[in-house]
């Protein structure tokens, strides 16, 4: 094959593979989309190997089939409520690789100098930190380890040394001849490991969505990059999609929370040391009403306020959070849905972009409980409707409904964009207790009139909403 | 291929997948996440040059590895996204 024929079929494979996200913006197009994906991709196995001449070299084959079969295997028995870990793995997988292929390259004596050598160099800082960063945020989202962010003392004067330490080895490799270059690549990579580990321990359970969204983004420059160093145009076009489409997540999820990507990065999360006594005090001052408020009205009151709530409405939108995800509540959403439709009201889902701990998770959640799509509403799309909603039902969200975000300045979460649940005319919420949710910030609207709180595991909850609706 | 192309070709390539990417509805997020994420193994394709031309066993361990893991990133990636998309359905499909 003519390096020309290689490169015209090169092109059409990245062609395809745009195209297959471009069908990804329709649910009704995705599949194809997917499958459009996956085929260039099986083209483009076939078409390197055929022009480096490898096709018949058998371990290469075997070793696809067995990745092939474990991949298979783990990605059908996956359940649902794992798919954040599940993601977080399979990235941490393809930055590895890509660590790994630098590694061969830098160990094998087959990058000289220049170009080859910085961007192999670069390959393995990028996909090792990838790797180890990704691990552990999948080890985060499994509750291996705590999902609160663990800070060590002198964490960011740690972090900024290595990093520039890593800066100081990547310059070294490059001047450096031969001698040595084993030492420094295994240097580069252990740094690497070492700083995606201690970036990602900093990072806690919310802030999650943009930390797997950079990573997935990472992951695709990492692939990039070692492109760059087989000068293999594949490769690099595909990784630059990758790495874009991550670039975008973290964007639309650093709006959606508010948040700047260095502030997750350099772990300055919303629950800091400093502002914990202001929120403490106003905790102080107001929820001795609440919980006077709470007292008067007992369990069964609640369950009885919340059925005539539902039962005089006509238009309900529900709101889920992680907390709906956390008690597996989707299924028991779905059936009161459909309850609520069978007396005739018009329910619908409102998502807020951040809700769960990856981006668009709700959605998932809810396809698979069966919930129609044209149901999940956008936030921007549902805000105005929310004055002439009749019932709000929150399933284990707090940030993301808390008004705060809209008055109370100086808190964390103010300038955050929310679902303005607040402006229906009843609230009914099935929250897990009604402390300040990740961004430590008290939620006013758990002590407004119009609003019910049922506390405790929102399954139990949704449960009762729904034997009391059925007689 | 050239080193300034390469260096084009990527340019291009971020900003031609940033642009459609852009129209992918959050509703699609988490698909859309894990078949990038599949799509991030296509490194299988250095694996499988770089695993080919080692010579030692050590190195040719370290290619089988970096070839599985990136396989499975890739089969998994695109398996598990044909799943969840599978699931999102129309009240009429039904």
Known sequence: ?471 | MGILLLIVLFLAATIIGYKVIGNVPSLLHTPLMSGMNALSGITVLGALVAAAVSVSTGSKIIGAIAIIVATINVVGGFAVTHRMLKMFHRKKDQ
């Open chain 1, 1 to 471: 094959m003519t390096p020309l024929a290689f490169y015209l079929v090169s092109l059409g494979l990245v062609a395809g593979v745009v195209w297959g996200i471009h069908l990804m913006n329709k649910p009704q197009t995705a599949v194809r989309g997917n499958l459009l994906g996956a085929l260039c991709l099986l083209g483009s196995i076939v078409l390197t190997m055929t022009y480096y001449g490898i096709l018949d070299i058998e371990w290469l084959w075997i070793s696809m089939a067995v990745g092939g079969v474990i991949g298979y295997i783990w990605s059908a028995w996956v359940k649902m409520i794992k798919m954040p870990q599940l993601v977080a793995v399979f990235n941490g997988f393809g930055g590895c690789a890509s660590s790994l292929v630098a590694f061969l390259l830098l160990t094998g004596g087959r990058v000289e100098k220049g170009f080859s050598l910085i961007t192999a160099a670069i390959a393995l800082a990028i996909g090792a930190l990838t790797f180890s960063g990704s691990m552990i945020a999948a080890a985060k989202l499994n509750q291996w380890i705590t999902q609160r962010p663990i800070v060590v003392k002198k964490h960011s004067a740690i972090t900024n040394l290595s990093l520039c330490f890593l800066g100081v080895l990547l310059v070294m490799i490059v001047i450096a001849g031969d001698p040595g270059r084993n030492l420094l690549t295994a240097l580069i990579a252990a740094t690497s490991l070492f700083i995606g580990l201690f970036f990602t321990l900093r990072v806690g359970g919310a802030d999650m969505p943009i930390t797997i969204s950079l990573l997935n983004s990472f992951s695709g420059v990492a692939g990039a990059i070692a492109g760059m160093a087989i000068r293999d145009p594949l490769l690099v076009a595909v990784g630059g999609v990758v790495g874009a489409s991550g670039l975008l997540l973290t964007q639309v999820m650093c709006r959606a929370m508010n948040r700047n990507v260095f502030d997750v990065l350099s772990g300055r999360t919303a629950v800091q040391s400093e502002r914990k006594p202001a929120v403490i005090e106003s905790r102080a001052d107001e929820s001795v009403p609440a919980e006077a408020a709470a007292a008067d009205e007992t369990e069964h009151e609640k369950e009885e306020s919340a059925e005539s709530a539902f039962r005089d409405a006509r238009r309900v939108v529900i709101v889920p959070g992680y907390g709906m995800a956390l008690s597996q509540a989707q299924h028991l959403v779905k059936k009161l849905a459909d309850r609520l439709e069978e007396l005739g009201k018009d329910v619908k889902y409102a998502i807020h972009p951040v809700a769960g701990r990856m981006p668009g998770h709700m959605n998932v959640l809810l396809a698979e409980a069966d919930v129609p799509y044209e149901q999940l509403c956008e936030m921007d799309d549902i805000n105005p409707h929310f004055k002439e909603t009749d019932v709000v039902l929150v399933v284990g969200a707090n940030d993301v409904v808390n008004p705060s975000a809209i008055t109370a300045k100086g808190t964390p979460i103010y300038g955050m964009p929310i679902l303005q649940v607040d402006e229906a005319r009843r609230v009914v919420i099935c929250n897990w207790d009604d402390k300040p949710g990740y961004s430590g910030v008290d939620n006013p609207l758990y002590r407004k009139k119009h609003v019910t709180l049922m506390l405790g595991d929102a399954a139990e909850s949704l449960s009762k909403i729904i034997s009391c609706l059925e007689d």
